[in-house]
Structure formats: C-alpha cells, structure tokens
C-alpha cells in the first residue's frame, strides 16, 4: 500500500459572516475569505446555514458554490427546508449535525442511533442527488454503527470535548477521550466510512489529531478566523496546513 494522501483542510469560513453581520452590511465578505483560504491551500470550504441565519445567509451558500473553485461542505441540520436548498445547490458533500436555536455552536452529536427514521429519507434524497453524505457524531461505537447503516459516505468526529479538556488541562478525560477517537476512527474505517473530524481545533489538537492514520480531513473555523485577527488569514491557513502535515508524517514513521 502506498503512503496515505495528506489530510485536507476544511475552512469553515461562518465566522467571517459573523463579523459581517455584527454591522449589518456586506464587510467582510466570507466568499472573499474562502477564495484567499484557497490561495493559501484549502483544500475545501465549510459553511454552517442554520436555521435562524446568525452567520451564513442563503445568498453566501449560491456564491460560495458558483465564485470559489472548491469542495463545498455544507453544514445543515436535517430538516426538510435544508434538503430542499442543499437539493437546489448541488454542494460537493452535506454534513448533518443537530441543531438547537438556543445553543452558541454545534454542542454534541447527531443522535443517528436514536432518529435514524427522520434521517434515512433526507440522507437517501441528499445521495440520490449524488451528494456526499456526512454525519458529525461523537466517538461512539453505536453512532458509528447507525451512520454506517444508514448509508452515510462519511463521520465526522466531533473533537470539542476533547478540546474544551485539554484547554481545561484536564489531563485524565482529555486522554480518555482521545482513546474514544481513536477507536472510534478505527472502527469507521473498518465499516468503510471515510473518517473526518472537527469543533474546537487549534494548532495542537489538529496536529494531533491529524496523527490517526484514519483520519483523511479536518474541519476548523473558529480558531483560524480568530487567530487571522493577529496574523492574517493567508498566514494561519498555511501554517494550520504545516501543523497538519506534520501530524501526519508522523503517523507514517517520517518525523520522530
Ligand atoms: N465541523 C462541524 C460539523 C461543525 O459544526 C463545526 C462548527 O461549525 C466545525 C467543524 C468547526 O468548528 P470550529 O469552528 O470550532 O473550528
């Protein structure tokens, strides 16, 4: 077997559209944010359209799809009114998450164990339509399993908590949910799921993280447009990307 591909990077490029809204004009433009992502090496975009549109608003989703020359991931709850347009925009890949109004960001995972009727005929239109299916679920064997058998192409691995302990420095539940996603990884991959992973990312835990051999793409925004304040967006995309590849050569024996 040859040497695994590089793990690609996903912009997530909602918080751009967060700032833009705080004044309610066009400024700053998070389709101008995704096009400099991609000079910088992006390997695809991601953007969240929640139903209250807090950030990403339906006209962003047309022109990041039709004005930026990459994979497009969009982030969606599962509900009718999100099939309909993801429907209408053909993105390269949907990935479902749950959503609550009251929440500040995506706080756990999808429940597919627990609502795999609700969302058997969303995932089978979306694929239909030759759409990506993705799943951002916890580390949980039993989530794992449902995705599997509910035809998702892809998990994603949600990282917050992992992230929130260790920025707690919370040594014991931090390793002990890294062990969650790395079986977790492991055992996608042996169901044949392509495995991603995302919340909560910075320099460090991508890199890590970027260290499961199983891991093919990472999904990160609110740190690199936070971080893009001190040293600029062009900057942090490529050296979130050098982190990245640094986790993975590990995995393949080339840095010590
Ligand atoms: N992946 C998914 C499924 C998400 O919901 C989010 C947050 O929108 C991210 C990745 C990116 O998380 P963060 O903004 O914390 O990097």
Redo the contacts with the bound molecule.
């Keep these: 077997m040859g040497a695994r591909a590089s793990v690609r990077l996903g912009v997530?490029i909602?918080?751009v559209a967060t700032v833009r809204n705080a004044r309610g004009g066009v400024h700053p433009d998070p389709v101008r944010a995704a096009q400099l992502a991609k000079a910088a090496g992006a390997d695809g975009i991601?953007a969240?359209l929640r139903e209250d549109r807090r950030h990403i608003r339906d006209t962003d989703m047309v022109r990041l799809k039709s004005e930026v020359a990459l994979p497009l991931n969009f982030?969606m709850a599962a509900t009718d009114e999100m099939v309909g347009i993801a429907l209408r925009l053909r993105p390269h890949a949907c990935?479902l998450?749950p959503e609550r109004r009251e929440e500040r960001?995506?706080e756990g995972g999808l429940n597919c164990a627990g609502q795999a009727a609700d969302l058997a005929p969303r995932i089978a239109a979306l694929k239909e339509a030759g759409i990506r299916v993705s799943l951002?679920i916890a580390a949980d064997p039993r989530q794992i399993e449902a995705a599997h058998a509910l035809g998702a192409d892809v998990i994603?691995l949600h990282t917050?908590a992992w992230c929130d302990h260790r920025l707690a420095d919370a040594r014991i539940e931090s390793d002990s949910e890294f062990r969650r996603l790395r079986s977790g990884a492991a055992r996608a991959r042996e169901l044949g799921l392509e495995v991603h992973a995302?919340?909560?990312?910075d320099y460090e835990t991508a890199e890590l993280i970027a260290g499961l051999p199983q891991v093919a793409e990472l999904?990160?925004?609110?740190?690199l447009v936070g971080e893009a304040i001190f040293d600029g967006l062009d900057t942090v995309v490529r050296r979130m990307r050098s982190h990245i590849a640094k986790g993975h050569a590990r995995t393949l024996g080339h840095v010590a």
């Design positions: 997530n909602d918080h991601t969240h982030e990935c998450v960001t995506t951002f994603e917050g995302g919340h909560g990312l999904n990160i925004g609110h740190f």
